[in-house]
């Protein structure tokens, strides 16, 4: 077996049964997301839309593609036809773009919102006030091209364990509150994406149920 079929049994051996795992391939050739493809796993995770687009070509079609990384309007058009989660919406206007481009490729595309509950600038996201904004106001319930099937966060990048549990916390909070609020009788919205290679174990045990690993799959990475 290769190392990257090992370091996966290993990693979906201790997962619990309703925790998926999006295993995180940027910057990595397509022939080592194939040594994962054929130890039986089908979702992968990018960060840049060129690159997810030529691995989609690529590789397998029955691949699940997810878009994790932050993401430009203006290149949404590339991904619409294919991608099967986005994890990264940070904005209305950005869902928007989603929706026309669903529409135009007669598809509903499924979106996490991607929530700020780290205490560092550079971090992505939306904070809750801005979260509320999107779900109280009238323009999303005229987005039939879009599907919102949950919450997405990152950790601070901290040696700090309690620090890290203490965001997830939050986001599952937020994620309840949000499901009890405006979900709670629709199936669809029940995705909480928490927790990378070196902090998943806290975020399921913070009630994470999905994982997006990398390093700790295919190895280290010599950039972002
Ligand atoms: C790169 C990345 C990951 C995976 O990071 P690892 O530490 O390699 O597991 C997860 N989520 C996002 C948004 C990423 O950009």
């Given at each position: 077996?290769?190392?990257?079929?090992?370091?996966?049994?290993?990693?979906?051996?201790?997962?619990?049964a309703?925790?998926?795992l999006?295993?995180?391939?940027k910057?990595?050739?397509?022939?080592?997301?194939?040594?994962?493809?054929?130890?039986g796993?089908?979702i992968?995770?990018?960060?840049?839309?060129?690159?997810?687009?030529?691995?989609?070509?690529?590789?397998?079609?029955?691949?699940?593609?997810?878009?994790?990384g932050?993401?430009?309007?203006?290149k949404v058009k590339?991904?619409?036809?294919y991608v099967?989660?986005?994890?990264?919406?940070d904005?209305?206007?950005l869902l928007?773009?989603?929706?026309?481009?669903?529409?135009?490729?007669?598809?509903v595309?499924?979106c996490?919102?991607?929530?700020h509950i780290?205490?560092?600038?550079?971090?992505?996201?939306?904070n809750?006030t801005?979260?509320?904004?999107?779900?109280?106001?009238?323009?999303?319930?005229?987005?039939n091209?879009?599907?919102?099937?949950g919450?997405?966060?990152?950790a601070t990048?901290?040696?700090d364990?309690?620090?890290?549990?203490?965001?997830?916390?939050t986001l599952?909070?937020?994620?309840?509150?949000?499901?009890?609020?405006?979900?709670?009788d629709?199936?669809?919205?029940?995705?909480l994406?928490?927790?990378?290679?070196?902090?998943?174990?806290i975020?399921?045990?913070?009630?994470?149920?999905?994982?997006?690993?990398?390093?700790?799959?295919?190895?280290?990475?010599?950039?972002?």
């Amino acid at each position: 077996m290769s190392t990257v079929s090992q370091n996966l049994t290993e990693l979906k051996k201790q997962l619990p049964a309703n925790v998926t795992l999006v295993a995180v391939s940027k910057t990595k050739p397509a022939e080592q997301i194939m040594e994962a493809y054929q130890s039986g796993h089908r979702i992968f995770g990018e960060n840049k839309v060129q690159e997810m687009t030529k691995k989609y070509e690529q590789l397998p079609k029955d691949i699940q593609w997810h878009m994790i990384g932050h993401l430009q309007r203006n290149k949404v058009k590339y991904i619409a036809p294919y991608v099967s989660l986005i994890h990264s919406v940070d904005s209305l206007r950005l869902l928007q773009t989603i929706n026309k481009e669903g529409a135009k490729n007669n598809r509903v595309i499924p979106c996490l919102l991607q929530i700020h509950i780290a205490k560092e600038e550079t971090k992505f996201g939306l904070n809750e006030t801005e979260l509320f904004e999107i779900l109280d106001g009238d323009e999303i319930k005229n987005l039939n091209h879009i599907t919102i099937n949950g919450l997405m966060g990152m950790a601070t990048f901290t040696e700090d364990k309690e620090k890290i549990r203490s965001e997830f916390k939050t986001l599952k909070n937020l994620f309840d509150t949000v499901k009890n609020r405006y979900f709670s009788d629709n199936s669809t919205f029940s995705v909480l994406s928490m927790g990378m290679s070196g902090d998943y174990q806290i975020a399921i045990e913070e009630g994470s149920n999905m994982i997006r690993v990398g390093s700790a799959i295919f190895g280290e990475r010599r950039y972002q």
